[in-house]
């Protein structure tokens, strides 16, 4: 199994951001992903590191759809797959509709259509060819304009990877027919063929291939503790992050979170939290949250609790671990970061 982190850039931290992701690099640490939620956008950091480090993969995880045209996403992927002398993978997600409508005042209107249609436009671009479409969505060259199909002047030196970031089954049956990997979270490995694997194959099925084509990158936070104690005290904390999840993302219609930990067997959990959570009762959603729902979706526990967990999602079908280590330090994320790339390892090797 391959390795991956997450970062995103945040006023005060940046050059600590820097420091972990070139130790994480020296570490071993395969693949540096730079998140985009509603703070720092992903493409500047990513130049930035792509100066800064030498051997690992750089993407951006993700770039939000409806807040750039498709050809600006490729414009963008070309000069970062440039800069980092292809080394950059594309990781694209729709985000939700409190992000898009809320916050940039664009519709989030047909998700699914705008991720097929930017990614065959993407492709179009990155192959040199001359940027001619006609979609649900897109347009181009604009009709009854001036202007005529046209092939960007940067042509690309190296392959760019697509990822996508997708929870819904139509949107994983989309990843699983156009994309090179999946971006995903809210795992739970026992449950994962019927939530998710069953839509990603229907998609490779339409595209002649396999799930040997398609990287499953999976992600969860990563710490270990000593003791029963320390775990019940460690995973009493993680649950009002869970209940946000599951609450406060997305809208009151749309929160894909929640429908992907529904799927897993927590619907009138999940449905409970939600409601209380949208009451303004933080504190009781959090209460909901059960124990077993925290431990099934992370990489908590004693160092034996998280190779067991690990040997989990390498026999479910994870190929690319993303890792989000605990510590409230540098040093401590980088300690746990350290330990759990040796589990990794261990764990890769013994398949």
């Given at each position: 199994?391959?390795?991956?982190t997450t970062v995103e850039a945040s006023a005060g931290a940046w050059r600590e951001t820097v420091d972990f992701v070139t130790e994480a690099e020296r570490l071993g640490m395969d693949i540096c992903w730079v998140a985009e939620a509603w703070g720092a956008e992903a493409p500047s950091p990513l130049g930035y590191?792509?100066?800064?480090?030498?051997?690992?993969?750089?993407?951006?995880?993700?770039?939000?759809?409806?807040?750039?045209?498709?050809?600006?996403?490729?414009?963008?992927?070309?000069?970062?797959?440039?800069?980092?002398?292809?080394?950059?993978?594309?990781?694209?997600?729709?985000?939700?509709?409190?992000?898009?409508?809320?916050?940039?005042?664009?519709?989030?209107?047909?998700?699914?259509?705008?991720?097929?249609?930017?990614?065959?436009?993407?492709?179009?671009?990155?192959?040199?060819?001359?940027?001619?479409?006609?979609?649900?969505?897109?347009?181009?060259?604009?009709?009854?304009?001036?202007?005529?199909?046209?092939?960007l002047s940067l042509r690309a030196e190296y392959d760019v990877p697509v990822y996508l970031a997708t929870l819904s089954p139509k949107t994983l049956r989309l990843t699983g027919e156009v994309a090179d990997g999946w971006l995903g979270t809210s795992f739970v490995p026992e449950a994962a063929r019927e939530a998710?694997?069953?839509?990603?194959?229907?998609?490779?099925?339409?595209?002649?291939?396999?799930?040997?084509?398609?990287?499953?990158?999976?992600?969860?936070?990563?710490?270990?503790?000593?003791?029963?104690?320390?775990?019940?005290?460690?995973?009493?904390?993680?649950?009002?992050?869970?209940?946000?999840?599951?609450?406060?993302?997305?809208?009151?219609?749309?929160?894909?979170?929640?429908?992907?930990?529904?799927?897993?067997?927590?619907?009138?959990?999940?449905?409970?939290?939600?409601?209380?959570?949208?009451?303004?009762?933080?504190?009781?959603?959090?209460?909901?949250?059960?124990?077993?729902?925290?431990?099934?979706?992370?990489?908590?526990?004693?160092?034996?609790?998280?190779?067991?967990?690990?040997?989990?999602?390498?026999?479910?079908?994870?190929?690319?671990?993303?890792?989000?280590?605990?510590?409230?330090?540098?040093?401590?994320?980088?300690?746990?970061?350290?330990?759990?790339?040796?589990?990794?390892?261990?764990?890769?090797?013994?398949?």
């Amino acid at each position: 199994m391959r390795t991956a982190t997450t970062v995103e850039a945040s006023a005060g931290a940046w050059r600590e951001t820097v420091d972990f992701v070139t130790e994480a690099e020296r570490l071993g640490m395969d693949i540096c992903w730079v998140a985009e939620a509603w703070g720092a956008e992903a493409p500047s950091p990513l130049g930035y590191l792509a100066a800064r480090t030498e051997r690992i993969l750089l993407g951006s995880g993700v770039i939000q759809l409806a807040t750039r045209t498709p050809v600006a996403i490729a414009r963008t992927a070309l000069t970062l797959a440039h800069l980092c002398e292809g080394r950059f993978l594309l990781g694209l997600g729709p985000s939700g509709p409190q992000v898009i409508e809320g916050l940039h005042g664009v519709p989030f209107a047909r998700p699914l259509a705008r991720m097929r249609e930017t990614v065959d436009i993407v492709r179009q671009a990155v192959a040199g060819e001359k940027i001619a479409y006609q979609g649900r969505e897109f347009t181009i060259p604009l009709p009854g304009g001036g202007g005529t199909p046209m092939r960007l002047s940067l042509r690309a030196e190296y392959d760019v990877p697509v990822y996508l970031a997708t929870l819904s089954p139509k949107t994983l049956r989309l990843t699983g027919e156009v994309a090179d990997g999946w971006l995903g979270t809210s795992f739970v490995p026992e449950a994962a063929r019927e939530a998710y694997f069953d839509h990603l194959d229907a998609g490779l099925a339409v595209s002649g291939r396999t799930r040997a084509d398609l990287d499953i990158c999976q992600g969860a936070e990563v710490a270990f503790v000593d003791d029963e104690d320390a775990l019940r005290a460690m995973v009493a904390g993680r649950k009002k992050e869970l209940a946000f999840s599951l609450g406060g993302m997305g809208s009151a219609t749309t929160n894909y979170y929640h429908d992907a930990y529904s799927r897993q067997g927590w619907a009138e959990v999940a449905a409970a939290v939600r409601e209380r959570w949208r009451a303004g009762d933080r504190d009781g959603a959090a209460s909901l949250v059960t124990d077993e729902m925290v431990l099934a979706t992370t990489l908590i526990g004693t160092e034996d609790m998280v190779r067991r967990r690990l040997r989990v999602w390498r026999d479910a079908g994870v190929d690319t671990v993303r890792l989000y280590p605990a510590g409230t330090t540098l040093d401590a994320r980088l300690a746990t970061l350290g330990r759990a790339l040796e589990l990794v390892r261990e764990v890769g090797d013994a398949a």
